[in-house]
């Protein structure tokens, strides 16, 4: 399966304690995205990596959240302190400069349950 | 900042039969792109149909084609032929026509389509 890979698939934790999420874009894939969708809501834009540089952060993503893309492949969603209002399916979704405009290939998301 | 509005939280619909899902959205750029995403249970989300906002031609892909009113603020997409695959969810989405904005898509709250036998 040469898709976007998200692990792990669904997570329980209990408030206070940190979460990891890892995203695998397709290969050759230079721009990923992480987003977030909450029940009965689209997903909302958290940030993007440009290969290993992170280009932007939305207002959402406060400061308990830090991603990175170390070496331009796969990429890490640490949640520090997780609070309730933490919980939603988190995505990824990667593509390639210059590919068909905004079309996005997303993984099957990491669920985030705080107790 | 732009708004995307899907007013169906749910439609159902008969195989074979045709169903349209509506989406508003509201924005002051003039350039810009359209999407409906679907996003089958349990399953990754995966692109429908796009739409250039300076394209005044609809487009299509197979049974799903999209009435694109540029002056209305308008986005709806039409399903031909429904089939039991289509049962999903689906999104609209709204992106700027800028180079830093590719990728980065404004979603509507989805519109749940169960088809029926």
């Known amino acids: 399966d040469t898709g976007v890979s998200q692990n792990p698939r669904h997570k329980i934790t209990k408030r206070g304690q940190n979460v990891t999420f890892r995203c695998d874009p397709i290969s050759e894939h230079n721009r990923l995205y992480w987003y977030r969708q909450t029940l009965g809501q689209g997903p909302e834009f958290l940030t993007y990596f440009q290969n290993e540089a992170q280009l932007e952060k939305s207002r959402l993503l406060s400061d308990r959240f830090s991603a990175e893309r170390p070496k331009g492949s796969f990429s890490t969603l640490e949640i520090q302190r997780t609070e309730q209002g933490d919980s939603a399916m988190y995505l990824c979704a990667s593509r390639i400069t210059g590919g068909a405009s905004g079309e996005l290939f997303f993984g099957e998301g990491s669920r985030l349950t705080v107790l | 900042a732009q708004t995307v509005t899907q007013s169906q939280p749910e439609m159902s619909v008969q195989e074979a039969e045709t169903v349209t899902l509506s989406c508003t959205y509201d924005t002051s750029e003039n350039n810009y792109y359209l999407f409906w995403y679907k996003q089958p249970p349990s399953r990754q989300m995966i692109l429908v149909i796009r739409q250039e906002a300076y394209k005044q031609q609809n487009a299509t892909e197979n049974r799903f084609s999209v009435n694109f009113q540029k002056a209305a603020k308008s986005f709806s997409l039409k399903i031909s032929d429904s089939q039991l695959g289509d049962t999903a969810m689906y999104f609209c989405?709204?992106?700027?026509?800028?180079?830093?904005?590719?990728?980065?898509?404004?979603f509507g709250a989805g519109t749940q389509v169960v088809v029926t036998p």
């Open positions: 989405a709204f992106m700027k026509h800028v180079a830093d904005s590719w990728g980065k898509l404004q």
